[in-house]
């Protein structure tokens, strides 16, 4: 019954490993498509908005797998 646990542990802990690379580059795209967005809505020569969101986007990202990958070392 405990191998049984054990087992259903690890797979949660894969599932949520695997599943972080598809969050990051949603997370990501979507900025650079409101980004991408925004640049056509409001030209500027000097700001680019597509840069800035998606910069943006990369550290929320980035944010999101420290939070996930602490909460798994907790939680095993």
Same mark, same amino acid.
């Given at each position: 019954?405990?191998?049984? #646990?054990?087992? !259903?542990k690890n797979y949660n /802990?894969?599932?949520?490993?695997? #599943?972080?690379?598809?969050?990051?580059?949603?997370? &990501?795209? @979507?900025?650079y498509k409101i980004g991408?967005?925004?640049? $056509? /809505?409001?030209?500027?020569e000097k700001v680019y908005?597509? !840069?800035?969101?998606?910069?943006? $986007? @990369?550290?929320?990202?980035?944010?999101?797998?420290?939070?996930? @990958?602490?909460? &798994? $070392? /907790?939680?095993?």
């Amino acid at each position: 019954m405990e191998n049984n #646990n054990q087992q !259903k542990k690890n797979y949660n /802990k894969w599932l949520s490993l695997i #599943n972080i690379p598809i969050q990051m580059g949603a997370i &990501i795209f @979507v900025f650079y498509k409101i980004g991408f967005w925004l640049d $056509g /809505k409001y030209p500027s020569e000097k700001v680019y908005y597509y !840069k800035l969101l998606t910069i943006l $986007g @990369v550290f929320i990202a980035l944010y999101n797998v420290y939070r996930q @990958v602490n909460e &798994i $070392g /907790k939680n095993s």
